[in-house]
Nanobody
Framework: QVQLVESGGGLVQAGGSLRLSCAAS????????MGWYRQAPGKQRELVAG???????TYADSVKGRFTISRDNAKITLYLQMNSLKPEDTAVYYC?????????WGQGTQVTVSS
């Protein structure tokens, strides 16, 4: 079992920045994949940014150049630095991990970007 707890969401004006954190309950070194998803009202959940095996990273086209995913293995924490935020980034952001064939999700944190 893996518990994931997100923090760092909030209300920010367009052009502002936020940093999301996801604290895992155990070492993330052997996670097969880990990343951030988001879900806006009336829309499907989508991948925002993620790490895959071999430390490769992937980003949604809509956030490339603005968002950066990183992790601190010692603190077993995943981060998402979000810069130049836009109103269309408004969503609930979820931390996700794929470990030994199982998917784990955090409870989500709300990010609201005002115009």
């Amino acid at each position: 079992q893996v518990q994931l707890v997100e923090s760092g969401g909030g209300l920010v004006q367009a052009g502002g920045s936020l940093r999301l954190s996801c604290a895992a309950s155990k070492s993330i070194l052997r996670f097969n994949a880990m990343g951030w998803y988001r879900q806006a009202p009336g829309k499907q959940r989508e991948l925002v940014a993620g790490f895959s095996a071999g430390d490769g990273t992937t980003y949604a086209d809509s956030v490339k150049g603005r968002f950066t995913i990183s992790r601190d293995n010692a603190k077993i924490t995943l981060y998402l630095q979000m810069n130049s935020l836009k109103p269309e980034d408004t969503a609930v952001y979820y931390c996700h991990a794929y470990v030994l064939g199982f998917d784990y999700w955090g409870q989500g944190t709300q990010v609201t970007v005002s115009s």
